[in-house]
């Protein structure tokens, strides 16, 4: 015969050490989500590099390639937990929102008031509609292939057109010393930095420059591609990340 003891009987403890205890929690969450912003912006800058940092660096072939293939990696592999784990789905607009986050406060600090750098020459592009549409197919169909052919497509092809209003202006021409240049490339020729204007020029004579004003559809139609690849990939890296089976040989 066991003892029937009420429910209501038992309150939660909460005194000193649960206070410290909830302390010690909050303090980990806050510096996890640190390291977790400095991990990804770290990544993304030594990926990306120069594409992200500089205005005149956004040309029409090789940043909207670039840059969506490389910031579907950690969203990836953080979907995996987030939904695998908890049902929660989030993982790529949490990712997104953080990168942006690290990358304002470097561009504002590191380039803008240490650098003197004018902030709309290093302003940060955004993904944040294509990690909104990505987590949207990962809730509405639970499918690891569906989510990565369409959502990893969807985060490649909305990346240029979600960020032409901000970066259109500077692709405006103008006349310049009987030169035709863009407004993007004055800020090259004023601000001088290593291989700068020299690497425009190599860009704009690459193979497909052959195919005219169709050079972005099809750097993006080939980055969406690349995507669909890239996310089931880093989706099993984070799963494996999450997995704590190796823990036991330690």
């Known amino acids: 015969?066991?003892?029937?003891?009420?429910?209501?009987?038992?309150?939660?403890?909460?005194?000193?050490?649960?206070?410290?205890?909830?302390?010690?929690?909050?303090?980990?969450?806050?510096?996890?989500?640190?390291l977790f912003i400095g991990s990804f912006h770290l990544h993304f800058a030594l990926t990306v590099g120069d594409w992200d940092f500089w205005v005149d660096w956004k040309d029409r072939q090789w940043w909207p390639l670039v840059t969506p293939l490389i910031g579907i990696t950690f969203p990836a592999a953080v979907q995996a937990v987030l939904w695998d784990k908890f049902r929660l789905p989030l993982g790529a607009t949490l990712c997104v929102a953080a990168l942006l986050l690290g990358t304002w406060v470097t561009r504002v600090f590191a380039y803008h008031y240490w650098n003197y750098f004018p902030i709309n020459m290093v302003l940060?592009?955004?993904?944040?509609?294509?990690?909104?549409?990505?987590?949207?197919?990962?809730?509405?169909?639970?499918?690891?292939?569906i989510t990565s052919i369409f959502g990893g497509g969807a985060f490649a092809l909305l990346f240029y057109p979600t960020n032409w209003p901000i970066f259109g202006m500077f692709h405006q021409p103008v006349e310049y010393h009987n030169s035709q240049l863009t407004v993007a490339d004055l800020f090259g020729f004023q601000y001088i930095r290593t291989g700068m204007p020299e690497y425009l020029r190599i860009i704009e004579r690459g193979t497909l420059r052959t195919y005219g004003q169709y050079a972005t559809p099809l750097?993006?139609?080939?980055?969406?591609?690349?995507?669909?690849?890239?996310?089931p990939l880093w989706w099993y890296i984070g799963k494996w990340f999450a997995n704590t089976s190796y823990l036991k040989r330690i």
């Open 219 to 231: 750097a993006a139609f080939c980055s969406a591609l690349l995507c669909s690849l890239m996310y």
């Open 1 to 34: 015969m066991s003892a029937q003891i009420p429910i209501s009987t038992f309150k939660p403890y909460r005194g000193e050490k649960a206070r410290l205890a909830r302390a010690y929690d909050y303090l980990i969450l806050v510096l996890a989500l640190f």
């Open 124 to 145: 940060p592009a955004t993904m944040v509609p294509g990690a909104l549409v990505l987590d949207t197919l990962l809730m509405l169909t639970n499918s690891l292939t």
